[in-house]
């Protein structure tokens, strides 16, 4: 029967116990024969053998060997059914098995996470508890994953699962949901409230303890949302099922990602509505991105000491037909998480080439890009090709890397900046003075300039500390041969109070705020800072007739 579509399997199995029901039944009845007439005639047989007795009728002794054939025969089959049978309800028994169970953690998995969590709801309600929803990610999974490889991605998966197993108390459930999510759903006697808190404590202690695999420690944290099944009823006395409460502690666990990751928060109706904000954010950005509703828009840097313009730092705006300009501080972050941010910056930089192309050789064009592309190995390449197709010269693109991201893996980093280098494009550290970043990275990070973050710009005359820390900053540029940008000066009295320090660039808004490509070009154009357009290439058709023509001339002669 293997290979038969599964209901002629059953029907298949239906009809053999029907058949065999049937066989069991004529041996029951050849057994019932056998005792009342198989006795005597027997008895006949016998002495007929040992020659005490007339010979048997002939009818009868068939009918009893008859008889003993079938309750043989009747045997055996009812053995066979039973077999049968045993074998079946395995087989049952082991698809119930695969279908409901997570293979890699032994856990439930998302299509009966569901089903178990109403039981559970219910056997709860009747004894006066309330149900918690535990929503359990792993945090950065998937770069631990393409750091380490798969394999090694799947024993973490499989030493958490049992690490957050073992925090759980007993009746409650576990599951694998997605590749890195889990969520527990947890029986509680709602004036215990704090058993979860300190659960959910213990779990993000526990998961985050080292992991060793193949001789590497590796260091895993969780996010955790959670929601109660007894919120809903509190407020408007309907009760809540599974699926509710797993879409209710998915949104708490995002909020737990969004402030900062290895925490976890409750569940509470507010943060319903900014999810929906942000799903719409999300179907706008892709939907954004082919339509071309990202832009790039320009800021001015200058020299502070001539005064002159040196470049331009691009910066995304997402013209939205909704929502209006939106500020890639809003738009970036989703970008990244969504997976899109690779895409987005791609079609920003081509246009940014594009624009800048137009512009005197003698400007920079610097444009930011995000951690997650420094992550892409192929990033570099993906570079060249937009320099190569915008036939621009990498000398005057600046690529600028936020400080945060040195707490990435620093080898990688330092392989992308080498190979960025080697293409002949400068890198510059962004916002310096906010990520903590040590001073043996970035000794050993072959930075071309430092930009100063504009928090420590802003308030420079009157604020002491900030006042320090651009003095240090400017003492390490120095000690380390790094020119420095400040950015955020927005009045005359910064610009001032910046000069004292050394000659640096600068960049802010008394300078000007970002403008759109055209308006940059104008005002480039009133400066005469744009380029001559190119004169057309010398006419290659022509060319290729007159090499075909000399060539045809050639095997001519050749042939006279
Ligand atoms: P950033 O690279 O540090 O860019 C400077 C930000 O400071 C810009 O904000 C700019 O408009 C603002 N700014 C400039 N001068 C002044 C000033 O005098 N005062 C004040 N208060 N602000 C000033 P914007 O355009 O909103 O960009 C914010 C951040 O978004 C950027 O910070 C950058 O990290 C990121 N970003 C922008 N475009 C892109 C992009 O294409 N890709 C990536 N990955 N990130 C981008
Ligand atoms: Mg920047
Ligand atoms: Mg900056």
Same mark, same amino acid.
């Given at each position: 029967?293997?290979?038969?579509?599964?209901?002629?399997?059953?029907?298949?199995? *239906?009809?053999?116990?029907?058949? *065999?029901?049937?066989?069991?039944?004529?041996?029951?009845?050849?057994?019932?024969?056998?005792?009342?007439?198989?006795?005597?005639?027997?008895?006949?047989?016998?002495?007929?053998?040992? @020659?005490?007795?007339?010979?048997?009728?002939?009818?009868?002794?068939?009918?009893?060997? /008859?008889?003993?054939?079938?309750?043989?025969? @009747?045997?055996?089959?009812?053995?066979?059914?039973?077999?049968?049978?045993?074998?079946?309800?395995?087989?049952?028994?082991?698809?119930?098995?695969?279908? !409901?169970?997570?293979?890699?953690?032994?856990?439930?998995?998302?299509?009966?996470?569901?089903?178990?969590?109403? $039981?559970?709801?219910?056997?709860?309600?009747?004894?006066?508890?309330?149900?918690?929803?535990?929503?359990?990610?792993?945090?950065?999974?998937?770069?631990?994953?393409? &750091?380490?490889?798969?394999?090694? @991605? *799947?024993?973490?998966?499989?030493?958490? =699962?049992?690490?957050?197993?073992?925090?759980?108390?007993?009746?409650?459930?576990?599951?694998?949901?997605?590749?890195?999510?889990?969520?527990?759903?947890?029986?509680?006697?709602?004036?215990?409230?704090?058993?979860?808190?300190?659960?959910?404590?213990?779990?993000?202690?526990?998961?985050?303890?080292?992991?060793?695999?193949?001789?590497?420690? +590796?260091?895993?944290?969780?996010?955790?949302?959670?929601?109660?099944?007894?919120?809903?009823? /509190?407020? +408007?006395?309907?009760?809540?099922?599974?699926?509710?409460? /797993?879409?209710?502690?998915?949104?708490?666990?995002?909020?737990?990602?969004?402030?900062?990751?290895?925490?976890? &928060?409750?569940? %509470?109706?507010?943060? !319903?509505?900014?999810?929906?904000? $942000?799903?719409?954010?999300?179907?706008?950005?892709?939907?954004?991105?082919?339509?071309? !509703?990202?832009?790039?828009?320009?800021?001015?840097?200058?020299?502070?000491?001539?005064?002159?313009?040196?470049? &331009?730092?691009?910066? =995304? $705006?997402?013209?939205?037909?909704?929502?209006?300009?939106?500020?890639?501080?809003?738009?970036?972050?989703? =970008?990244?998480?969504?997976?899109?941010?690779?895409?987005?910056?791609?079609?920003?930089?081509?246009?940014?080439?594009?624009?800048?192309?137009?512009?005197?050789?003698?400007?920079?064009?610097?444009?930011?890009?995000?951690?997650?592309?420094?992550?892409?190995?192929?990033?570099?390449?993906?570079?060249?090709?937009?320099?190569?197709?915008?036939?621009?010269?990498?000398? #005057?693109?600046?690529?600028?890397?936020?400080?945060?991201?040195?707490?990435?893996?620093?080898?990688?980093?330092?392989?992308?900046?080498?190979?960025?280098?080697?293409?002949?494009?400068?890198?510059?550290?962004?916002?310096?003075?906010?990520?903590?970043?040590?001073?043996?990275?970035?000794?050993?990070?072959?930075?071309?300039?430092?930009?100063?973050? $504009?928090?420590?710009?802003?308030?420079?005359?009157?604020?002491? %500390?900030?006042?320090?820390?651009?003095?240090?900053?400017?003492?390490?540029?120095?000690?380390?041969?790094?020119?420095?940008?400040?950015?955020?000066?927005?009045?005359?009295?910064?610009?001032?109070?910046? #000069?004292?320090?050394?000659?640096?660039?600068?960049?802010?808004?008394?300078?000007?705020?970002?403008?759109?490509?055209? *308006?940059?070009?104008?005002?480039?154009?009133?400066?005469? /800072?744009?380029?001559?357009?190119?004169?057309?290439?010398?006419?290659?058709?022509?060319?290729?007739?007159?090499?075909?023509?000399?060539?045809?001339?050639?095997?001519?002669? #050749?042939?006279?």
């Amino acid at each position: 029967m293997e290979g038969l579509p599964e209901f002629e399997r059953q029907a298949a199995l *239906d009809s053999g116990v029907q058949r *065999d029901l049937l066989t069991l039944g004529v041996a029951i009845a050849a057994i019932v024969l056998f005792v009342g007439t198989g006795g005597s005639v027997m008895t006949w047989v016998i002495q007929f053998w040992s @020659g005490n007795g007339p010979r048997p009728d002939v009818l009868l002794t068939n009918a009893m060997l /008859l008889n003993v054939a079938l309750i043989i025969f @009747g045997w055996r089959r009812h053995k066979a059914l039973t077999a049968e049978v045993i074998e079946r309800r395995e087989a049952e028994a082991q698809a119930r098995y695969l279908s !409901e169970i997570d293979p890699l953690t032994g856990c439930l998995n998302r299509r009966s996470i569901g089903k178990a969590t109403d $039981r559970l709801l219910s056997t709860a309600s009747g004894n006066g508890q309330s149900v918690a929803m535990m929503m359990v990610d792993l945090d950065n999974f998937k770069q631990i994953n393409d &750091f380490n490889g798969h394999n090694a @991605g *799947d024993l973490i998966l499989q030493e958490c =699962a049992r690490r957050i197993r073992a925090i759980l108390p007993d009746g409650a459930l576990a599951a694998r949901i997605g590749g890195d999510e889990f969520a527990c759903a947890i029986p509680f006697d709602t004036r215990q409230l704090e058993r979860i808190d300190q659960i959910a404590e213990a779990m993000i202690e526990a998961v985050a303890q080292p992991i060793e695999v193949n001789g590497v420690s +590796i260091t895993v944290t969780v996010s955790l949302g959670v929601a109660r099944s007894d919120l809903r009823s /509190l407020a +408007i006395g309907e009760a809540l099922d599974a699926q509710t409460l /797993l879409h209710m502690a998915d949104i708490a666990m995002y909020q737990a990602k969004k402030q900062g990751r290895n925490r976890y &928060f409750w569940f %509470e109706a507010s943060m !319903e509505a900014e999810l929906k904000v $942000r799903s719409e954010l999300v179907a706008g950005i892709r939907s954004g991105i082919p339509h071309g !509703e990202f832009v790039p828009h320009y800021e001015q840097q200058i020299d502070i000491e001539s005064g002159e313009l040196v470049g &331009f730092e691009m910066l =995304a $705006r997402w013209n939205s037909p909704t929502l209006g300009v939106v500020s890639p501080e809003v738009f970036i972050p989703i =970008a990244e998480d969504i997976g899109v941010i690779g895409a987005l910056s791609e079609c920003l930089i081509s246009q940014a080439l594009i624009d800048a192309r137009e512009w005197d050789s003698k400007l920079t064009l610097s444009v930011n890009i995000s951690p997650v592309q420094l992550r892409d190995p192929w990033f570099a390449q993906k570079l060249l090709k937009i320099l190569v197709e915008a036939n621009f010269p990498p000398n #005057r693109l600046e690529i600028e890397i936020t400080e945060s991201c040195l707490h990435e893996n620093i080898g990688v980093v330092r392989t992308l900046i080498v190979s960025l280098k080697n293409q002949g494009i400068q890198v510059s550290l962004d916002d310096f003075g906010t990520g903590y970043s040590s001073l043996a990275q970035l000794r050993t990070l072959p930075f071309d300039r430092i930009k100063i973050d $504009r928090s420590f710009v802003t308030d420079l005359p009157d604020n002491k %500390e900030s006042a320090t820390i651009v003095q240090a900053i400017t003492s390490l540029g120095e000690g380390l041969g790094l020119p420095i940008t400040a950015e955020g000066i927005e009045t005359p009295e910064v610009l001032d109070e910046i #000069r004292r320090y050394g000659s640096f660039k600068g960049q802010g808004y008394h300078y000007g705020h970002p403008e759109t490509a055209a *308006d940059t070009q104008r005002k480039l154009a009133g400066m005469n /800072l744009i380029r001559e357009p190119e004169a057309p290439l010398a006419k290659p058709v022509k060319k290729k007739a007159a090499a075909k023509t000399s060539a045809t001339r050639g095997s001519r002669k #050749r042939s006279a």
